[in-house]
């Protein structure tokens, strides 16, 4: 099981995607090319919205963690399988660019 | 002559070579809502055409099995919409250059024909040209064009959308033998007039209808199936369901923004259901009693 500190920090990768916000949800259009495909739109419920926001390309999945625990009555270990489980399908989707 | 789509009115002149004979958009000639954007169209035949130099934007081509097959290039290049048609077996016309200026309200039409010598009979809006400026026409119009079935029932407007196969057309005969209005059953034009959300028919080939409008009181996503249910999908997931039913060749951050904005939109006003329906008269009383 990979830890939070096995990954590095990431940017969204705004060169890729159109991001529309929707209430509480973000909505994010494929762009190749100028070309806008639609019919692979992903839809980020609101812990993914929020874990999207907060990686800015500056924060580690550690400060990310914290931020998180900081707001909601949640236990750490929630958290961090719920980080990972997003930055994982987020990069398979290539919405993240990794900062070095 | 004036042609009258959705809120749009289309007035035409031509070079002389040009004929219009009105065929997919024969009864469109009457304006069924007032109409707030007005586009001056000129027809013209060329001995050549020329192309944007750039590269398209977008490109499509006919189904497989199209009796007249081409391929069609979009240019997006600063106000003006280039839409080029190359047909391959077409007998008259062998080219078309059309250039969309929404700012202007302007569209040009350049015909290539086989021969300089034949005299066009086209209608204005003759396919896939047609069906490509209505595209573009409805989302400048914060609109947009559906693969859907629309019926209007005692003032309720519905539409039932889906791609081909999950029986937009058999859902429509249903309703239309059970009193119902059927405004088409395959595509429509939906877009915002005075706070209410309407659809509209279009010119089609192969159908011969008079233009209609209905509102909309519901959207349902059909699926066949065999007992009627449904569930609500009304927020964000409606309204990204509804977009995967709509025809959009969208290359433009502005025009995918803004069509984004108006499916949240109607998401918000307009209830959004998934329908699953067996194919027998109960599903009318099915979706009257939602």
Not at chain 2, 77 to 96: A, M, Y
Not at chain 2, 198 to 209: D, E, G, L, V, W
Request: hydrophobic fraction near 40%; charged fraction near 25%; include cysteine.
């Amino acid at each position: 099981m990979k830890k939070l500190t096995d990954y590095p920090i990431y940017n969204f990768n705004t060169n890729f995607f159109l991001a529309k916000e929707a209430k509480d949800d973000l909505v994010l259009v494929p762009v190749i090319d100028d070309i806008y495909f639609m019919s692979n739109v992903i839809h980020l419920n609101q812990t993914a919205t929020e874990l999207l926001k907060e990686l800015d390309g500056k924060k580690t999945l550690t400060e990310v963690c914290e931020l998180i625990l900081s707001r909601y009555d949640v236990e750490k270990d929630v958290v961090e399988k719920d980080i990972i489980q997003f930055i994982e399908q987020a990069l398979e989707k290539n919405i993240l660019e990794e900062i070095n | 002559m004036d042609i009258f789509l959705a809120t749009q009115k289309f007035s035409f002149i031509k070079c002389d070579q040009i004929e219009f004979y009105l065929d997919v958009s024969k009864f469109f000639t009457e304006q069924i809502i007032d109409y707030n954007t007005h586009f001056h169209c000129c027809y013209n035949i060329t001995g050549i055409i020329t192309l944007p130099k750039a590269v398209p934007d977008f490109l499509g081509h006919s189904l497989d099995d199209a009796q007249i097959p081409y391929e069609w290039k979009i240019y997006k290049i600063n106000d003006n919409l280039f839409i080029h048609i190359d047909f391959f077996e077409n007998e008259t016309i062998k080219e078309v250059l059309a250039v969309l200026n929404f700012s202007e309200k302007t569209i040009l039409v350049e015909l290539l024909p086989r021969s300089l010598t034949t005299k066009i009979k086209i209608d204005p809006f003759f396919h896939p040209l047609g069906s490509l400026l209505m595209v573009y026409l409805s989302h400048y119009s914060s609109g947009f064009l559906i693969h859907a079935s629309g019926v209007s029932d005692n003032g309720n407007g519905y539409v039932f959308s889906g791609v081909s196969g999950k029986g937009k057309s058999t859902i429509s005969q249903l309703w239309k033998q059970q009193g119902a209005t059927v405004l088409n059953d395959d595509r429509l034009w939906i877009q915002k007039v005075d706070n209410e959300w309407k659809i509209f028919n279009t010119p089609m080939a192969y159908y011969s209808q008079e233009p209609k409008m209905a509102t909309i009181s519901k959207i349902f996503l059909i699926t066949h199936s065999p007992e009627n249910y449904v569930n609500n999908i009304s927020g964000t997931t409606g309204a990204l369901r509804v977009m995967s039913n709509c025809i959009q060749h969208l290359f433009d951050k502005k025009i995918t923004d803004s069509h984004l904005d108006t499916l949240l939109e109607i998401s918000e006003q307009i209830p959004i259901y998934k329908l699953g329906f067996k194919p027998t008269f109960e599903v009318v009383d099915f979706v009257r009693d939602i």
